[in-house]
């Protein structure tokens, strides 16, 4: 009868689907993504009260909603002061900030271990990865895995498997905001010329774009005017100027290519000085791996 049951679980077991945040055989947690409009959301659970949060490595910290907090403030447990006459703006519209502080919260069996900020009359919660981590031995890796619509924490014992072939970038962050960075080489073919440079590239998840450039880091202001590079400007409707950028025959970065893009290119980051710009979710066409704890990022090449 023992080798019967043993056999049926064996059987059982393989097919069991995944559920928002469940623990796998190997102790990983996965949590399934939603996209839509090029952003990406997943569901979890603070307590008992079930959430949707944007993933989001450009927020500068888990953005809330006032009444949320105000109904679940004891479950939170936050350490919050008061924050008066402060702004804080996601995606050109402004909301006012309630509370800044910082939390230790359980999102299924993973935690979210870092700054939480209190918005009013914010409906999307955001949710910057780069402070989750395993829940039973605080390991912080995170692989993306867009194209598939999956989010993994990774035990470091599991690491070595999911890397096989990939290259490995320096991981590091923003004096302000602390967003993730990479320091790469880029690359950028036009039926003209080319130009490169290294530099440090904020990672954003919440950013539906390949790249953005930023004029107001010196190397790429100076490499755009001694390339007489020519902006192209994208319009709504009403003709209203969004935003400018160049057009790339071929564009290679962390050892991606990418065929007939086009890149933005900024100088309203005011926050973006040190750093030559932005790689947003279009980059994402393969798994992604983030080691918080030992600062690395690994990346499997393309063939595009």
Known sequence: ???????????IMPHVAFAQGQIQADSSVVFALHEKEHHYYFDGD?????VRFALD????????????YDKHKDVLQLEVKDVVGKKLKIQRQSYNIRY????????????????????????????????????WNKTSIVKLDL??????????????????????????????????T???????????????????????????NLLYLSERNEE????????SIERHSARN??????????????????????KNKTIGLTDKLKSIEKEAGMIGVGFFISPVIFDFNKKKIYIKPNNQ
């Open 100 to 135: 800044r502080g910082r939390g230790h919260l359980s999102i299924g069996n993973a935690i979210y271990h870092g700054p939480v900020t209190v918005l009013s009359n914010l409906k999307t919660f955001y949710l910057p990865i780069q402070y989750l981590m395993l829940k």
């Open 46 to 50: 603070i307590g008992d009260t079930p």
């Open 237 to 258: 409707k009403y003709g209203l100027e969004l935003s400018k950028g160049l057009y790339a025959d071929q564009c290679a970065i962390a050892g991606y290519n990418f």
């Open 147 to 180: 194209p598939s619509q999956k989010m993994s924490l990774l035990t470091r014992r599991m690491l070595g498997n999911d890397t096989i072939d990939c290259n490995s970038f320096p991981l590091g962050k923003t004096e302000k905001g602390h967003f993730p």
């Open 182 to 208: 990479i320091r790469t080489h880029l690359s950028i073919f036009t039926e003209y010329k080319t130009i490169q440079m290294d530099g440090d590239f904020i990672v954003d998840t919440g950013n539906a």
């Open 220 to 227: 790429v202001a100076k490499l755009i005017e001694d390339n």
């Open 57 to 68: 490595t450009g927020s500068p910290a888990m953005l809330i909603s006032e009444d949320f």
């Open 1 to 11: 009868m023992r080798k019967i049951i043993i056999v049926m679980l064996v059987c």
